[in-house]
């Protein structure tokens, strides 16, 4: 089924590995794919190796060596984003170190999995500044009473950098109650002009998240954007807003509870003890 989009390389590494890489000559462009069960703090078989399974990390890391000896310009997609709670943070602090390091040729970082439409922001290790954005795009399926979704991303074919991106959303409300006829999916909003932002640089993003906990504008956007215009998910109480602004801006689950003073909810506490099941991770002589 995969052959219709990958080559022999990446058909060979996807069957040995289940991650893979392409490049696309014309534009000089890698896009890189990673699988992120690698992170999954569900993930039994992470207890008996929890040290960068199948060397996934070590693979990403030459991956982008090779791209930045080339110009590339590198494309990087997975399943569980590094910050969510499903993602050991063992596994995510190193996954940020290589974006830190790599920040230069990584132009675009997207997941999904959590069903929600939010981002995480990438920080360096060292001044903290931000050096990459992880976008989530929400699900299109109805789970989580969500409004199923769809995004598409418009970039700069020259300089290969995201310039925008559109999400669209299907109004179940509306169309449960007109069910005849074609169904039209409905251009929820630009990201730009949705946030007031100039660009797509990672500072604009970095921007936007500082505002979750101190403009209730940007909030109750954030927040019904979410849950792609469906359920909310209780008040904007000040919890629920320091709740979204720890984990926008943090691409590291740790980092997320640190922010929270990890004193918020139990369910939070329960995801921390996730993340110790599989072990620390050892480090080589």
Not at 144 to 156: A, C, E, G, T, W
Request: net charge negative; aromatic share 14%; proline share 4%.
């Amino acid at each position: 089924m995969w052959r219709n989009w990958l080559d022999e390389q990446a058909l060979a590494s996807f069957r040995t590995a289940t991650y893979y890489s392409m490049v696309n000559t014309q534009h000089n462009v890698k896009i890189i794919a990673l699988d992120t069960e690698a992170c999954d703090s569900f993930d039994i078989y992470l207890w008996l190796d929890p040290t960068d399974p199948y060397n996934q990390l070590a693979w990403l890391r030459q991956e982008l060596y090779d791209s930045e000896s080339k110009n590339q310009t590198v494309f990087i997609m997975g399943h569980i984003p590094p910050g969510h709670y499903n993602c050991h943070s063992d596994w995510s602090f190193r996954y940020r170190a290589l974006v830190d390091r790599f920040t230069n040729i990584i132009a675009g970082q997207f997941f999904g999995h959590s069903h929600n439409d939010e981002l995480e922001i990438v920080r360096s290790f060292t001044d903290n500044s931000p050096v990459g954005v992880v976008y989530i795009a929400p699900s299109l399926t109805t789970y989580s009473m969500l409004n199923p979704s769809y995004r598409i991303f418009v970039y700069d074919n020259d300089t290969n950098q995201p310039l925008n991106y559109n999400q669209y959303r299907l109004n179940l409300t509306f169309w449960n109650q007109n069910t005849t006829g074609p169904i039209a999916w409905d251009l929820a909003y630009d990201v730009i002009s949705q946030y007031n932002m100039s660009n797509m640089t990672y500072a604009a993003f970095d921007q936007v998240v500082s505002q979750l906990n101190t403009s209730a504008e940007v909030a109750a956007i954030y927040a019904n954007n979410f849950v792609s215009g469906g359920t909310p998910q209780g008040n904007l109480t000040e919890m629920a807003l320091e709740q979204y602004h720890c984990k926008a801006r943090n691409s590291v689950f740790e980092d997320v509870l640190i922010c929270l003073n990890m004193s918020t909810t139990v369910s939070n506490l329960l995801e921390y003890g996730l993340q110790l099941l599989p072990g620390q991770w050892y480090y080589a002589n």
